[in-house]
């Protein structure tokens, strides 16, 4: 298959064009380097010379993506672009709903406009918002209530999708969408050619990696009085490499006309405190930690229910075991610790 990847120089989606090459698929990168690196796509053209090409393009610039689609004949998008930082999304409401809303709109345009069919894209359990207990572990039945911009701006998403399903149905044109709402994404290429290289970064694991390493002094927990055993927050980490062969999952499962949820997850948590003792553990190195306040819209437990997507798909997930997903995000930190270097990913 052809495939457009978009957001394919940042984390999951460079992991997602490393997957798609091994498969035998061509991939066409278009990012706008906001958040990614030329260097992770250029690690990626070097691992398959002639199978990626690179476009730095907006996902906003519609005729543009509709003229690339057509003149490398995709057959399906992959969907990663997006701005993805809650506390940001709750800042500068407007700037998420235009990158990651309107901007899905302008690629689903553009695939409609050349004709593409298949598209998969990168939902979050953020848009579930803060789920009753009972309701946890999440299946893809429970409610959607997002408690953020961010999660609204990605759940909108999901309708248009829908409606675009809808419509591609009643007018008889093949399209078949499926939307994957990932739990916490972590780890690394477990051969050491990609990593997770966020700047700020704002994710558990690899802020300890940071402070294990030295390049943070010490770290915060916010919030030790959670109704959970040790009373710090737990979440349902899924390995990168265990995110991206679902993603293979769907593509290749994807006939006209469908419309899928997928909850992408292990279905068993962890808590900030066993995270934290499992980098001490891997690295073996100390991490200090200082006790903060609860923050706004942290929900105590989200895992999720991955039952459908297993009993569909036969998905399973190969790292369920959170030191073997830390051990590989750690190899790449360790060899590279300036990330993708000091000049990449310094933000638009
Ligand atoms: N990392 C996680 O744990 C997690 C969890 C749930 C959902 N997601 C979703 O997965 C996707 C990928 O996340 P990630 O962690 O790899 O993020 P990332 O920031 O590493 O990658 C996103 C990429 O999209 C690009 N991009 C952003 N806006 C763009 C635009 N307008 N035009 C073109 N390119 C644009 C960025 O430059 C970057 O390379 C996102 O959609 C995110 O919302 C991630």
């Known amino acids: 298959m052809n495939v457009l990847v978009s957001g394919g120089a940042g984390y999951i989606g460079s992991h997602a064009v490393l997957r798609l090459v091994e498969n035998g698929h061509q991939v066409l990168i278009v990012d706008n380097l906001s958040r990614g690196h030329r260097e992770a796509a250029a690690v990626l ?84 918002g803060e789920p009753p207990v009972d309701q946890v572990p999440i299946a893809e039945t429970c409610g959607q209530s997002p408690v953020n911009p ?21 007018g008889g044109s093949p399209f078949a969408f499926a939307a994957l709402r990932y739990f916490n994404v972590a780890g690394a290429d477990p051969e050491g050619r990609l990593g997770e290289d966020h700047r700020p970064e704002s994710h558990l694991l690899p802020i300890c990696l940071e402070v294990a390493s030295g390049k943070r002094e010490s770290m915060t927990i916010f919030g030790d009085d959670y109704d959970t055993p040790d009373g710090t927050c737990i979440r349902d980490y899924v390995h990168v490499i265990d995110l991206v062969n679902a993603h293979l999952l769907v593509l290749e499962a994807l006939e006209p006309g469908d419309q899928r949820f997928y909850n992408i997850g292990v279905g068993r948590g962890y808590s900030v405190l066993e995270c934290i003792e499992a980098c001490r553990r891997v690295t073996g190195h100390p991490i200090p930690v200082t006790m903060g306040a609860r923050r706004p819209g942290d929900p105590p437990m989200l895992t999720a229910n991955p039952d459908r997507i297993r009993r569909e798909l ?3 997930a190969r790292y369920t075991n959170l030191d073997e997903i830390i051990e590989t995000a750690w190899r790449w930190f360790q060899a590279n610790p300036q990330g993708y270097g000091p000049e990449a990913g310094s933000g638009r």
């Open 45 to 128: 053209e070097s691992i398959a010379p002639g199978r990626v090409a690179f476009e730095d393009c907006d996902i906003l610039e519609t005729e543009r993506l509709a003229g690339l689609m057509t003149s490398h004949r995709c057959d399906a998008v992959l969907h990663f672009a997006a701005l993805a930082y809650v506390g940001e999304s709750v800042e500068q409401p407007l700037r998420y709903y235009r990158n990651n809303t309107a901007g899905a709109l302008s690629l689903i345009q553009a695939a409609e406009d050349a004709g593409v069919g298949r598209f998969v894209f990168s939902s979050t359990c953020a848009t579930y």
């Open 150 to 170: 961010y999660g609204w701006s990605k759940l909108m998403v999901e309708r248009m999708l829908i409606d675009r399903a809808g419509q591609a149905r009643a």
């Open 314 to 316: 036969g998905f399973e």
